[in-house]
């Protein structure tokens, strides 16, 4: 016979409310008509950067990739790979690479997410065609997003575990070496790396506040984002980068610095002539 605690029950729903208003740094206009331990472990997100010399238990690789394996993708095509790193030495260059990311080389395990089309012109060379769909945009999209969806599947499970993580988008900065440093062949590239271990206590890591909803959900219709939701979303950010103890910019300063020119892209304004160069026609 179970036993209804309705302090129990309040006390699950403010705790479940404020897993929603953590994630806007506001008090959300909507209460969950539900909830379970995934919905639970996806708000409660946020990015690793500090991780303890500690090496993750054999077989979490593999787990973790069963997971990324179990995201949907586009025809079945799985135009994806991922290439593990746990040397120390391979993970100080393509810190290096990255631009100097101290996490990628302090992290146990550093995962390169991959366009992986050769595996589909080998497919289509032994079917006795040269898999011409692959030359265009395209093809090249479905690699990407089933890249994404592979490697946010991961995170999930990374989060779910206690673990952390952290995407570098870095490691487009100088795709080149990448490929080189992995030995990727032509058709081939890496789109993002994520560092993977168990985050160091010692480092307050807080929910990272996302724009209002009312930014980013249009019924039926596009309406757009209105200023006055960049202007308190300034103000959430300012109150979240002061308690994480960064300079106090906002979202729009940075962002629009961020998108200001090629060179705010920091090597990756050419990335349509490497990829030609990688074995990508992108037509």
């Given at each position: 016979?179970?036993?209804?605690?309705?302090?129990?029950?309040?006390?699950?729903?403010?705790q479940?409310?404020?897993?929603?208003?953590?994630?806007?740094?506001?008090?959300?206009?909507?209460?969950?008509?539900?909830?379970?331990?995934?919905?639970?472990?996806?708000?409660?997100?946020?990015?690793t950067?500090?991780?303890?010399?500690?090496?993750?238990?054999?077989g979490?690789?593999?787990?973790?990739?069963?997971?990324?394996?179990?995201?949907?993708?586009?025809?079945?095509?799985?135009?994806?790979?991922?290439?593990?790193?746990?040397?120390?030495?391979?993970?100080?260059?393509?810190?290096?690479?990255?631009?100097?990311?101290?996490?990628?080389?302090?992290a146990?395990?550093?995962?390169?997410?991959?366009?992986?089309?050769?595996r589909?012109?080998?497919?289509?060379?032994?079917?006795?065609?040269?898999?011409?769909?692959?030359?265009?945009?395209?093809?090249?999209?479905?690699?990407?997003?089933?890249?994404?969806?592979?490697?946010?599947?991961?995170v999930?499970?990374?989060?779910?575990?206690?673990?952390?993580?952290?995407?570098?988008?870095?490691?487009?900065?100088?795709?080149?070496?990448?490929?080189?440093?992995?030995?990727?062949?032509?058709?081939?590239?890496?789109?993002?790396?994520?560092?993977v271990?168990?985050?160091?206590?010692?480092?307050?890591?807080d929910?990272?506040?996302?724009?209002?909803?009312?930014?980013?959900?249009?019924?039926?219709?596009?309406?757009?984002?209105?200023?006055?939701?960049?202007?308190?979303?300034?103000?959430?950010?300012?109150?979240?980068?002061?308690?994480?103890?960064?300079?106090?910019?906002?979202?729009?300063?940075?962002?629009?610095?961020?998108?200001?020119?090629?060179?705010?892209?920091?090597?990756?304004?050419?990335?349509?002539?490497?990829?030609?160069r990688?074995?990508?026609?992108i037509?």
């Open positions: 016979m179970s036993i209804f605690d309705p302090a129990r029950t309040i006390d699950l729903q403010q479940q409310q404020q897993r929603v208003t953590n994630r806007y740094g506001t008090e959300a206009d909507f209460s969950p008509p539900f909830w379970n331990d995934t919905i639970d472990v996806l708000l409660n997100h946020r990015t950067r500090a991780y303890l010399p500690r090496p993750l238990p054999q979490s690789l593999e787990l973790l990739v069963a997971a990324a394996q179990s995201a949907p993708t586009s025809s079945n095509l799985q135009a994806w790979s991922v290439v593990a790193v746990e040397d120390s030495d391979r993970k100080a260059r393509l810190a290096d690479f990255t631009g100097g990311n101290a996490h990628v080389k302090q146990p395990l550093f995962l390169v997410w991959l366009v992986d089309l050769k589909l012109r080998n497919v289509a060379a032994s079917q006795g065609n040269d898999g011409e769909g692959l030359d265009y945009l395209e093809s090249f999209l479905i690699g990407a997003i089933d890249a994404a969806l592979a490697a946010q599947n991961a999930s499970a990374i989060d779910s575990l206690g673990l952390g993580s952290c995407y570098v988008g870095g490691i487009r900065n100088r795709p080149e070496d990448v490929s080189h440093e992995l030995r990727l062949p032509s058709g081939v590239v890496a789109l993002f790396g994520l560092s271990g168990y985050p160091d206590p010692a480092v307050k890591t929910v990272k506040p996302r724009l209002p909803q009312s930014s980013v959900l249009f019924r039926e219709t596009y309406s757009g984002t209105e200023q006055h939701d960049l202007d308190s979303y300034d103000e959430v950010m300012k109150v979240f980068q002061e308690r994480q103890g960064l300079p106090e910019y906002g979202w729009t300063a940075p962002i629009a610095k961020r998108i200001e020119n090629a060179e705010a892209l920091k090597g990756r304004a050419d990335l349509k002539q490497t990829l030609h990688l074995g990508f026609s037509k």
